[in-house]
């Protein structure tokens, strides 16, 4: 019996898409029925190998409209292997799309940072710091030596598994996503060396969406909050991101979803 297809604004057989389980593992597909409460998409492979989606998992459905990708948070209902191998998915209402945010911001600690302070053209000495928020826009690093509104930073940190080293602590009333240990590698950077940046490229295989590697970004010293309480002075900077590559910012974006997904399906958000 053929499906019926339910008309929609926005879903179409056909239609591109991906299914996004973490950020490690993403899968391309495309969307094949669109029934009035489902999605049937091809099934994915993975080594030549059908992977069959365990049914109740959360999961970010992209797809295009227009030259935009548009995310809906949605689930696995079902998996079909005849006449053709299909998963199900809950279907999203057609304006449940976000599109990609640049300023979404997550709350979460990320330790072990490295921060270099441009001045008169040439790098300082590298600085220790924690980030305690990030977003595709930009970030609060935190550090106990002092800068000015207006310096250039370079902010070198590893963008940490969403599944991984997780440690929920109440901070003020509000949970937060604390992620540490891994640290950043025993190489480190003199007075005036320069950090290496990470380019993702166009590969969107598994390496490209490993998160567990280094960013090095660059940014703009936008605001400056100093913090006097046990442990001393510390400095809290508002960092505007600058020049991030394409491949960079999307990847803070998915990267964010995917954490308020998480955090979502453990009943924190």
Known sequence: MAIEIKWSTFFFPGQRAEI??????????QIEEVAEDTLALAMPMKSGMLVRLRVGTPVLLQAPKRNNWYFFKTKVVGNRLEPEPLVLLERPADNAGEQLREF????????????????????????????????????QVQLKQAVDVGDKLSVRFKLPRVRQNRDQQRTRGRRRFTIGGAGLGARGFGA?????????????????????????????????????????RKYRLGVRWDKLSQAERERLIRYTLAWEMEMRRRGVL
Do not use: C, F
């Open 104 to 139: 979404a911001r997550m709350e979460l600690v990320i330790d072990n940072v490295q921060v270099w302070v441009e001045k008169d053209g040439k790098l300082g000495p590298t600085m220790r710091a924690i980030i305690v928020d990030l977003s595709a826009g930009g970030s």
């Open 192 to 232: 005036g060396a320069r950090p290496g940046h990470y380019t993702q490229g166009g590969k969107r295989g598994e390496e490209a969406a490993n998160a567990s590697d280094e960013l090095t970004l660059d940014g703009d010293v936008v605001r400056l909050i100093v913090l006097d309480g046990e442990g001393g």
């Open 20 to 29: 996004e389980v973490s950020p490690e593992e993403r899968y391309v597909s």
